[in-house]
């Protein structure tokens, strides 16, 4: 889904919005699509491409990626 990112000259991020929105007159912004488990943390002033991060993963997403992991090594299907 695009994101509208309104942004200022040094990058910081003052909006975010999904979803329905109107675009800016007059202030510098991107629309883009971010991928699922990644957020904007800012703006590239010199490209005009978001700066992305990728969420955390939980204690759950962690457990249950190791037990893929060892249950791939036990078969063979790395």
Do not use: C
């Not at 991060?53 to 090594?73: C, G, H, I, M, N």
């Amino acid at each position: 889904m695009k994101t509208l990112l309104i942004y200022d000259n040094s990058g910081t991020i003052w909006v975010n919005i999904v979803g329905y929105y109107a675009l800016p007159d007059g202030l510098p912004y991107i629309e883009v699509e971010i991928p699922a488990g990644h957020y904007a943390v800012s703006v590239d002033t010199g490209t005009k491409e978001p700066v992305l991060a990728e969420f955390p993963k939980s204690e759950t997403d962690q457990r249950l990626a190791a037990l893929e992991a060892q249950v791939a090594a036990m078969t063979g299907a790395e």
